[in-house]
Each structure stands twice: as structure tokens, then as C-alpha cells.
């Protein structure tokens, strides 16, 4: 990735780090079925954070984009977030450009932003859940490589 480029991204990335603390509401993807039973409920943070980190990168329409080098993979149609262990290990390890978000976001944010990523611009309504993401960081898989990142 170009020297610039590299820069301006992790410059980005460090910006959207300070607005993780101006979340308003304290809602959070829930590991117990909601009072239908059956349902996880999500509130609206997967949105908000969403809105106030990962737009900036992956665009308002998770579509990502940039130049050759230097893309930012899109999140809307992507088929490695069917499986909801891959968005877990890049968001909590980063990937290429991607910082890691392990430390910064709770593991509520993180459930609540995947489920969010992987309900409204895709079609995979499981959610992710902090016993998951408790999972995956007890295994400690290697980041997987992606053969559909940037296109």
C-alpha cells in the first residue's frame, strides 16, 4: 500500500478510535433470547457504530472501494461474513489496513456492529453473540485470508 495512503488510513482509523466513547446509548447485542423467546435483540449501537467507524472506511453503503493497492473491501454482499467467525477474528486481530478493534470496542459493540454488518447489508440474521466472540478469542484462530477482500 502506498506510504500516503497507508498513513492517511491509520490516521482515519485512530480519529474513529476517539468516537467510540461519544456512543449515546448503552444498548448491546444480548446472549439470551429476547422476550419473544426465540430472538436475540440488537439495538440500534451495531448502527451507531457502524455510522461513527466503520462508514468511514467501508462507506455509508458498505460498499467499500478505493483504488487498486489501496481497496477497501466491501461489506454489503460479502459472502465470507456468512460465516459469522470471520468478521469476529478481523475485527478483533485487523486485517491489511484494518486496525484491530480488541481494546477498543467492548465485545457488546462488537457483536452488536457484525450482527448489524451482517443483518442490513446482507442476508445473514444469526446473530453474533459475547459468546462467540468469547469463543473465538479462547481458540485463537490465525486471521484467514481473503480471497474476495477488495472486489
Not at 47 to 52: A, D, I, K
Request: aromatic share 6%; glycine share 12%.
Amino acid at each position: 500500500m502506498n506510504r500516503k495512503i497507508r498513513v492517511a488510513v491509520l490516521a482515519l482509523a485512530g480519529a474513529t478510535f476517539a468516537g467510540v466513547a461519544s456512543l449515546a446509548t448503552p444498548g448491546f447485542a444480548q446472549d439470551r433470547p429476547g422476550p419473544g423467546g426465540s430472538t436475540v435483540e440488537v439495538s440500534n449501537q451495531g448502527q451507531e457504530v457502524y455510522e461513527q467507524i466503520c462508514q468511514a472506511c467501508h462507506m455509508a453503503d458498505a460498499k467499500g472501494g478505493g483504488e487498486p493497492g489501496a481497496m477497501i473491501p466491501a461489506l454489503a454482499g460479502n459472502k465470507n461474513l456468512a460465516d459469522k467467525d470471520y468478521p469476529i477474528i478481523v475485527v478483533m486481530k485487523g486485517r491489511g489496513g484494518m486496525p484491530w478493534f480488541n481494546g477498543v470496542l467492548t465485545k457488546e459493540q462488537i457483536a452488536a456492529v457484525i450482527t448489524y454488518v451482517r443483518g442490513h447489508f446482507n442476508d445473514y440474521h444469526d446473530p453474533v453473540t459475547v459468546a462467540d466472540i468469547d469463543r473465538i478469542v479462547a481458540t485463537n484462530p490465525p486471521v484467514p485470508e481473503c480471497n474476495t477482500c477488495g472486489h
